[in-house]
T-cell receptor, first 113, second 110 residues
Framework: GAGVSQSPSNKVTEKGKDVELRCDPI?????LYWYRQSLGQGLEFLIYFQGNSAPDKSGLPSDRFSAERTGGSVSTLTIQRTQQEDSAVYLC???????????FGPGTRLTVL | QKEVEQDPGPLSVPEGAIVSLNCTYSNSAFQYFMWYRQYSRKGPELLMYTYSSGNKEDGRFTAQVDKSSKYISLFIRDSQPSDSATYLCATAYNFNKFYFGSGTKLNVKP
């Protein structure tokens, strides 16, 4: 079956612009996670959704970052006024529920010039 | 101090060798421990999952957790060139938030 998909696969933007990253989880998965992976760094947890709700937003690096999930399915991570330090691979994962294996998408590689 | 520390490597071994990958963690409340494998330009995939202390074996892979020393290990027996990847450890105390190591890059030479 289809796995987690993310779009775009690559995004190059100029400093100060806003970007939207999309995640389509596996159908029926209620839990959805966003991570950031910078060069040479591990995965940095950003936010977790159970259904459409995000119980803990403390992982978001700044108030320029926001995320939403609608219909218990697609999620969008928005970065406003991008900075060069936002350059990273943004990974999305979904799981059947919060106590099951996470399946990762291929990621969106964001480059801020 | 980071919640999870992992030697970045790279680690280079000959085919057939036993590989030992390790992480340390800081929070004694962590009770879920995972190992992921990540190939270049791909998302991580779950290899092993352990709850609390002890060993877990799956084929050529063994995961070990020592909560007294806050140390987690992954052993790969009879390593193969196809095992060449980055291996990430991860911990959590609930499933709302996960903490990952920085990953160890492994190269298995034919």
């Amino acid at each position: 079956g289809a796995g987690v998909s993310q779009s775009p696969s690559n995004k190059v933007t100029e400093k100060g612009k806003d970007v939207e990253l999309r995640c389509d989880p596996i159908s029926g998965h209620t839990a959805l996670y966003w991570y950031r992976q910078s060069l040479g760094q591990g995965l940095e947890f950003l936010i977790y959704f159970q259904g459409n709700s995000a119980p803990d937003k403390s992982g978001l690096p700044s108030d320029r970052f926001s995320a939403e999930r609608t219909g218990g399915s697609v999620s969008t991570l928005t970065i406003q006024r991008t900075q060069q330090e936002d350059s990273a691979v943004y990974l999305c994962a979904s799981s059947r529920d919060s106590h099951n294996e996470q399946f990762f998408g291929p990621g969106t590689r964001l480059t801020v010039l | 101090q980071k919640e999870v520390e992992q030697d970045p490597g790279p680690l280079s071994v000959p085919e057939g060798a036993i590989v030992s990958l390790n992480c340390t963690y800081s929070n004694s409340a962590f009770q879920y421990f995972m190992w992921y494998r990540q190939y270049s330009r791909k998302g991580p995939e779950l290899l092993m999952y352990t709850y609390s202390s002890g060993n877990k074996e799956d084929g050529r892979f063994t995961a070990q957790v020592d909560k007294s020393s806050k140390y987690i290990s992954l052993f790969i027996r009879d390593s193969q060139p196809s095992d060449s990847a980055t291996y990430l450890c991860a911990t959590a105390y609930n499933f709302n938030k996960f903490y990952f190591g920085s990953g160890t890059k492994l190269n298995v030479k034919p």
